[in-house]
């Protein structure tokens, strides 16, 4: 799925626009799960996204996956809160946030509504 109006090959790696299409598209191919993300299978996803190398692009989706942890989005079984510190792994996972949980299944506007009725 190409998020871009012109072709993602217009783009240079590393590019605002390009670190843009390649933080939705981990975000587009993962917010509807409920449960564990393998963040090998999402860094395999990603690369083939990208169209590129592991060497071209390796650094870039590395930087995405500690994005989406430290933005809360996701939340990770090696990731130590008090230190900052994500250890990727094959026993990697992500989960979502409930936050987010509650925005893709509509949660929140029901919590409006309940809060408005108290």
């Not at 240079?12 to 090998?40: D, N, Q, Y």
């Not at 989960?95 to 309940?114: C, I, K, N, Q, Y």
Request: glycine residues 8%; negative net charge; hydrophobic residues 40%.
């Amino acid at each position: 799925m190409n998020v871009f109006a012109e072709p993602f090959e217009d783009h240079t790696i590393g590019s605002a626009e390009w670190r843009s299409a390649l933080f939705a598209e981990a975000v587009r191919h993962t917010a509807h799960l409920a449960g564990p993300i393998k963040v090998s299978a999402l860094q395999e996803h990603l690369l083939a996204f990208t169209g590129g190398t592991e060497e071209e692009c390796g650094g870039e989706i590395l930087m995405t996956l500690c994005l989406l942890i430290h933005s809360g989005l996701y939340t990770a079984n090696t990731y130590n809160r008090a230190t900052m510190t994500l250890i990727l792994s094959e026993a990697t996972t992500f989960t979502t946030s409930h936050v987010l949980t509650m925005h893709m299944h509509g949660e929140h506007e029901a919590g409006e509504e309940d809060e408005e009725e108290a």
